[in-house]
Each structure stands twice: as C-alpha cells, then as structure tokens.
C-alpha cells in the first residue's frame, strides 16, 4: 500500500537531517534580486499564450495577537484600520498582473493565506474577492478548490457562511494543540469548542474540505499531552491533517525568542511523539500523503497519489501542480512556467511600490535544463515515493544513470541501509524511508552544499 510507513528509529537518528521542504526546486534560499517585474511580464505572456490555467494565492497578513513558534511573514496589530491601505494596494496588483493574462485563462484553484484573512472585515472581503471576480476568471460552480486559512478565534457562524457565499469550499484550521499549558507557552488559547464550532459550521455549509494543523516539538508538550489532541482531533475528522516538527530558530524568528528552550521536549520525546501521532491517525484510517501531510482514503489528495498524478509546490501537496501559481500580496511567490518570483516581504516597501504602479517583484530565479531536471525528480520522489529511471531519460534526453554518476555510491549507501531499493531502472523509497524521503531529494539538490544548513528545519 501507498501509504504504508515502517518505523525505523535507527534509520531516523542518522538520517534526520536539516534541509528544504522542497515546495520548490530550486529552493527559495535561491532567489536573487537579479529577476524582476520584466521576468514576470515575459512568464505571463507565455501563459496567456498557452491559455494555462491558474492557481491564485493571496497573502494577507495580518493577526491581532502573536504567536510565539510562527515563522510566516505577518503583521501583528489590533488596529483593524490598517488593513484598508494594504487592501488598496492588493488590488492595484490585482489589476497590474490581470492585464497580461487572458481572461479564458480559468482559476482552478484560489488561496488565501496569512497571516489571518479572517483578520478583515465582511465588507473586505467582499470587496477583495469581487475585485478578483472582476479581473480574473474565477469559477461560480463550486468546482475550483477555494481555500482559506481559518483562526477559530476570528471567525464564527456568519463569517463562514459568507466565506461560503463568496465561493470557498474548503477550510484550513489552525489548531496546533489543545493543551491549556502549552498554549499559554505559545500565546495561542483556543479551546476545543471554539474548534468544533467552526467546523460543525463547515461542514453543515457544505465545505467541500476541512484541513487541521497541528504541531509537535512545542514548549511543554509531551508525548502524552500531545496524544490527547490528538484523539480530540480525530474524533473531529478532518479530511486532511498537516502535523508540522516545530523549529526553534530564535536567531531567525523573533517572536520565537519568547519561547522558554527550557521547556522544549527533547528529541527523544519528539519522536515518539511523531511515532505515537502515526499510529493514532494510521489506526484512525488516515492515510500518509508524505511530507507531514495525512488526509482519508477517499480525499483528492490520497485519491491523486494512487492515481500518480499528485503534485508539489508553494501551496503544500496538491492536485493543482499543471497551474500557473500567482502569488499576490506581501511576500506571496509565483510559480510560472520555469519562472519564481517574489513579492517584497517587507509592507511598506510592498506599499510604497505599488502606489507608484509598480509591481513589487524583489527577488526570484528563472530555471535552467539542470533546475528542470533535478525538479522533475525530486517532484516523483516527494509525491509517489517512486522514480522510473525512463521517464526522466525521455523527458530530457539523458542518461540517468550517467547523468547522476557521481550521486549513485550515496544512493548505493541509502539503498544498503533500507531507504530505498535502487537497481537500473528505478528508485523506491520504502516503508522504512517514506518518513524521511526529504534526505532522498536533497540527494538530487545541487545547490545544498553551497547553503547554511541552519536555514531549514529537520526531517523529522
């Protein structure tokens, strides 16, 4: 079975090792500020051309109150007024990116993430999403995958049935754990009733999809507080759950420095917590997509990685990979066609570029023969746990073996320790090896030995 996982605390401890998530190859660490607003000019033609279908993802990113173990790029503040002069300047780009695509152009998948987008008000989001209907063909059939990142604390009955009036279909809920103590360890308090009501919301709405986060490795956390959530969780069965290793990196993440290190469970402890969390959910009948992602036998997901046609980008595992990725907003990345570029992370900078009628492209990479290659197999390792040698070789007219010769005694070795099963014509990542399938790709990255390590989080 696809999703079979084989516990191998031996094979972890020595595989476990720091490195990219791969959402994209190359990574983000790649980008440089020699691509801009011409690059991306140039991608959507090509696009509008190829009448591709797109993937939007806009970042709002806000939050009224902070959480100290997050890493995304956001803006925390009470004042609920600033999300006004953002909301202007998001629709400036809106329109500047609109113009170069062709309105057949379909949008199969949309996404807003934060940040918190239920951080605006109705008439906002109102207002934002009709200026996404105006400029872009979103569908009015419910047949897209509309998602929105949920805080249960932002959000109640009404604000998901307008989520549910203005097209979203599906819903990603940031839980996290539901340990009093550890909450108060992170400044998130959100009870479990606060949780329940927003998805018994959901699903009498009809949303199509309900998706939980939870993260172990968190201060105060152990093994069998964490278990606890998790059983609170499954008896609230999402269709997808995404259970994220916290990574303590203070030195990168402020907020981070008011987590007590103290009070971080070990190792040890965070393993079985991970080992402790797959049994719970395998029993529960989930199934492991890969990549800390789970999700029921009958979702999209599970459904695409039987079929092997699941894909990997900036917005996780999804079934969307053949789309043109827009990004829009703060920070937001886009994914077209061999092109990645990013929004400024920094707002006013965002701001004060847009109200000049620019677009706020900083940074970004445009991919060679090599980047499309090593992507093409870090993509079917990530997503099928598998790699037919005579795909790539007709994709790209090369020779697998020959091309990849100076990788093949490092492959040998994870073949010899149970990893993978390597022969002539293929690579298999086994039960043994499917939890840290990540340390398989970085086998394929050619950029990592030039990277700081400390920049990524581990495997496991």
Known sequence: MLDAIRWDTDLIRRYDLAGPRYTSYPTAVQFNSQVGTFDLFHALRDSRKALRPLSLYVHVPFCANICYYCACNKVITKDRGRALPYLQRLEQEIQLIACHLDPAQKVEQLHFGGGTPTFLSHDELRQLMAQLRKHFNLLDDDSGDYGIEIDPREADWSTMGLLRELGFNRVSIGLQDLDPAVQRAVNRLQSLEETRAVIDAARTLQFRSINIDLIYGLPKQTPDNFARTVEEVISLQPDRLSVFNYAHLPERFMPQRRINGNELPSPAQKLEMLQR????????????????????????????????????????????????????????????????????????????????????????????????????????????????????????????????????????????????????????????????????????????????????????
């Open 277 to 460: 969390t797959i049994e719970q959910l395998t029993a529960a009948g989930y199934r492991y997509i890969g990549m800390d992602h789970f999700a029921l036998p009958d979702d999209e997901l599970a459904i695409a990685q039987e079929e092997q046609t699941l894909q990997r980008n900036f917005q996780g595992y999804t079934t969307h990979g053949h789309c043109d990725l827009i990004g829009l907003g703060v920070s937001a990345i886009s994914q077209i066609g061999d092109l990645y570029c990013q929004n400024s992370s920094d707002l006013n900078e965002y701001q004060s570029t847009l109200a000049a009628a620019q677009l706020a492209t900083s940074r970004g990479l445009v991919c060679n023969a090599d980047d499309r290659l090593r992507r093409a197999v870090i993509q079917q390792l990530i997503c099928n746990f598998s790699l037919e040698f005579i795909e790539i070789e007709q994709q790209f007219n090369i020779d697998f073996q020959g091309y990849f010769g100076a990788l093949w005694p490092q492959l040998q070795g994870m073949a010899e320790d149970g990893l993978i099963t390597l022969d002539s014509q293929r690579i298999e990542v086994l039960p043994a090896g499917r939890l840290l399938v990540r340390s398989v790709c970085m086998v394929f990255d050619a950029y990592l030995e030039q990277q700081n390590r400390q920049r990524f989080s581990r495997v496991i």
